[in-house]
């Protein structure tokens, strides 16, 4: 509600890279704490799905009741930024194959959509709303957003493909900005977190 207290950015760390989000927010200089149990989402006020692998997030998600969680969290109009796989736990549809998911982002992604001679890759591509620069991208296995709703608004293309949208507090990005010495990407999510 406005207040000045310092907001806490929760990292989902069930699976995956979410050490290096905590390394990102420790440069940035937010506090943030990691979300393994339902009742972790005490006290935070922005949420980082992080990159890994989706079908082992989602059994976590399922045994821990995290889904409905997450889901919750998300309808209190809470930030919420995915990166590659949590982007993937975000869209509305899920294709190649076909998979659980939790909803909260009309588009749809196709799973590691680059095929295997593109199997990871670092792009530069530019962000015009996020940054006058370029943008360091790093790809891993990562998923194409084939489809982008009405309410989803595109902040940046690579090779002509959607990398980074927008849905009002939600983000996602198909790459991994976490990986990177850049904080532009992070920094614009924490902006979500300004008002709330
Ligand atoms: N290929 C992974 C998946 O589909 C995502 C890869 C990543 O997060 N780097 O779940």
Redesign the pocket.
């Given at each position: 509600m406005g207040s000045k207290k310092e907001k806490v950015v929760g990292i989902l760390a069930v699976q995956?890279d979410f050490a290096m989000h905590a390394a990102m927010l420790d440069r940035i200089g937010v506090p943030w704490k990691l979300v393994k149990h339902v009742e972790d989402f005490a006290g935070i006020d922005a949420l980082i799905l992080p990159?890994?692998?989706?079908?082992t997030m989602l059994k976590f998600l399922t045994e821990r009741k995290i889904a409905d969680a997450i889901k919750g969290f998300a309808n209190e109009n809470k930030p919420v930024f995915g990166t590659?796989?949590g982007a993937?736990l975000m869209a509305k549809e899920v294709l190649n194959p076909e998979q659980e998911r939790l909803g909260l982002m009309d588009i749809s992604v196709e799973?590691?959509a680059y095929g295997r001679q593109m199997d990871s890759s670092v792009q530069q591509a530019e962000c015009p709303e996020v940054s006058d620069e370029l943008i360091e991208m790093v790809f891993?296995?990562?998923?194409i957003i084939r489809r982008v709703g009405e309410g989803v608004k595109v902040l940046g293309r690579s090779q002509g493909l959607p990398v980074l949208v927008e849905q009002g507090k939600l983000l996602a990005a198909t790459f991994?900005p976490e990986l990177t010495a850049d904080e532009t990407i992070h920094r614009y999510f924490l902006e979500k977190t300004k008002d709330c």
């Open positions: 995956g990159g890994g692998e989706t079908t590659c796989a993937i799973r590691n891993i296995r990562a998923p991994h």
